[in-house]
């Protein structure tokens, strides 16, 4: 069982519904990203949060937005997405918003399909 | 430009043969690090290998090696004696800078399939 975990892992949703996904993470770390994984692209960083304070946003539409109340639960509220929106999100952790060898610790997405 | 490559969309390996992945990177960066990442069906990220640029030697854990040319700016995976659990997308990425707030930037991934 990954120390990181997203719910929901699928969510179906209309153009014009509000909806969250919720990431938990139980291993002790400071730091919470959230990720997007397109087909055929790299992953695109979206935010990050460093001791709940959000350190990096880029350039990220208002329509998605974040909120980390404490270093251990990160959301990412959805509301009036577009179809190319449609794509795999990824939470992740660090011990340390300054990583050097240490890695990321993934969950396994919340799949995110726009109609 | 592209800070990390991976010219390889796909690749096939039969089981029990060595594979290698190929990553080359872009950075004016002296101190940075570089990752492998594994990504199966199930959608988990999973670190695989980490190196630093300092770093004397080629990583290792495991079946898995790093093959580092810093002249070359490459860092690719090998992966020895492939198992059919082998079988995922893998990522390289980067991590620039050693002090202050630093993220990863991944590449588009290889597709690995491991045949009986």
């Known amino acids: 069982e990954t120390g990181v975990t997203q719910t929901p892992r699928h969510l179906v949703m209309g153009m014009t519904n509000k909806k969250s996904l919720k990431c938990e993470q139980h291993?002790?770390?400071?730091?919470m990203y959230w990720y997007k994984q397109s087909a055929k692209k790299p992953l695109e960083l979206m935010f990050v949060?460093?001791?709940?304070?959000?350190?990096e946003n880029n350039s990220v539409p208002s329509r998605f937005s974040p909120e980390c109340p404490n270093s251990s639960h990160l959301f990412l509220h959805l509301h009036t997405l577009q179809p190319e929106d449609s794509a795999l999100y990824l939470c992740?952790?660090?011990?340390?918003?300054?990583?050097?060898?240490?890695?990321?610790?993934f969950g396994e997405g919340s799949r995110l399909t726009v109609l | 430009a592209q800070k990390i490559t991976q010219t390889q969309p796909g690749m096939f390996v039969q089981e029990k043969e060595a594979v290698t992945l190929d990553c080359t990177y872009d950075?004016?960066?002296?101190?940075?690090?570089l990752f492998w990442y594994k990504q199966p069906s199930s959608g988990e990220m999973i670190f695989l290998i980490y190196?630093?640029?300092?770093?004397?030697q080629n990583a290792t854990e495991g079946r898995y090696s790093l093959n580092f040319q810093k002249a070359r700016k490459s860092a690719n995976l090998v992966i020895s004696a492939s198992q059919l659990g082998d079988s995922a997308m893998y990522f390289c990425?980067?991590?620039?800078?050693?002090?202050?707030?630093?993220?990863?930037?991944f590449g588009k991934g290889t597709m690995l399939l491991v045949s009986p």
């Open positions: 990425a980067m991590r620039e800078g050693s002090s202050g707030y630093s993220t990863l930037t």
């Open positions: 190196q630093g640029s300092y770093d004397q």
């Open positions: 950075t004016s960066d002296p101190s940075y690090g």
């Open positions: 949060y460093s001791l709940e304070e959000r350190v």
């Open positions: 291993l002790g770390h400071n730091a």
């Open positions: 992740a952790s660090s011990q340390n918003r300054l990583m050097n060898t240490g890695e990321l610790f």
